[in-house]
């Protein structure tokens, strides 16, 4: 049977007369001339070959077949109003899905404070997080296999967009063991002859270049060890960087908010001088409207949080500049991770 001439129309006016079994009550319903409306059902009912509705003088009533169809068109008109619903939603980026990789050092507080953000701010916007390095998140979000990128990246590319989210102060994780674990604050003076634990350049090149020359200019001048177990658990999933640090032979750099908490037999100690490395969100120019209300949330938890430092207000980064935009004390860019 060909229904090429049906329409929602004619669904829509079916359902007021079948709802309201009269025709003047569904025409004032639809905001339609009765005339209209009985017009209407007739093309319905004769593009389907039934009669949807018994006639008398005095009332009107389903037939078989117009009960038959009265679910069925019900459902059809809120699948069009649930699908239109969605569309605009989506346009809007009020909807859909995104994809957000994040590295390692983020998963503990940061993450989990912009993620619970979004879902109270737009519980329609589906999240994916995938846990990346810096080298691996920029290129996947270049590549358009994500669409939100979150790191402490140096540089991004000509194509991408950045904003600073936080600042934060690197400090040291030594064994609980450790002559100078009783202290609060260290110094690189401190930590002079000790072997440096840290993740692998290749991951995390600016990274890795910025807290080494960082810690060298301010008097470390101990060896470099880079992990061979490379995991979000970092150091102390390392075996020969974890008995190091235990033993007091090495340290390894961290934030404090990545230990929810510090792992059993190690501690966190601050550095003085602070060196404050930014948490970026990266994304393609030209994004949809959904990454931009991701931003825009993570903005905003941002200055209720207070996470950029004073006198640091949130800009967008030139694409391709240095060290993110942000300077350490001597006018070094930061590096990444």
Request: cysteine-free.
């Amino acid at each position: 049977m060909k229904t090429s001439n049906l329409e929602l129309r004619h669904l829509r006016a079916f359902v007021a007369v079948a709802e309201e079994l009269n025709f003047s009550r569904a025409a004032l319903k639809l905001h339609m001339v009765q005339q209209s409306l009985s017009a209407q059902v007739q093309q319905l009912e004769h593009e389907l070959g039934v009669q949807l509705f018994r006639r008398t003088t005095r009332r009107i009533e389903l037939s078989e077949a117009g009960v038959a169809l009265l679910e069925h068109a019900r459902s059809i008109l809120q699948s069009v109003i649930t699908a239109v619903e969605e569309t605009r939603r989506t346009a809007a980026g009020e909807s859909g899905r995104l994809v957000v990789s994040y590295t390692p050092t983020l998963v503990n507080e940061t993450l989990p404070r912009l993620v619970g953000a979004v879902h109270e701010r737009w519980p329609r916007l589906l999240l994916q997080m995938v846990e990346m390095w810096q080298t691996e998140s920029i290129e996947s979000v270049r590549a358009g296999r994500v669409d939100v990128g979150m790191a402490r990246p140096a540089h991004v590319a000509d194509d991408l967009e950045s904003v600073r989210l936080r600042d934060e102060p690197i400090g040291v994780v030594l064994g609980q063991g450790h002559p100078l674990s009783g202290r609060s604050v260290l110094t690189m003076d401190d930590l002079a002859s000790s072997t440096l634990a840290i993740w692998p350049r290749q991951f995390s090149p600016d990274f890795f270049d910025h807290v080494v020359d960082s810690f060298r200019g301010h008097g470390f001048r101990g060896p470099i060890q880079e992990f061979e177990y490379l995991t979000s658990a970092l150091f102390h999933r390392d075996p020969v960087a974890r008995a190091q640090i235990a033993a007091g032979l090495a340290f390894s750099v961290a934030f404090e908010t990545q230990f929810e908490p510090v792992p059993d037999g190690f501690v966190w100690r601050a550095v003085e001088p602070s060196t404050l490395i930014p948490v970026q969100l990266y994304w393609r120019r030209g994004a949809g409207a959904a990454v931009h209300r991701f931003v825009d949330v993570a903005l905003e938890v941002s200055a209720s949080e207070g996470w950029l430092s004073a006198g640091r207000p949130a800009a967008s980064i030139r694409p391709g500049s240095a060290a993110a935009g942000v300077p350490d004390e001597a006018g070094r860019g930061l590096g990444s991770h």
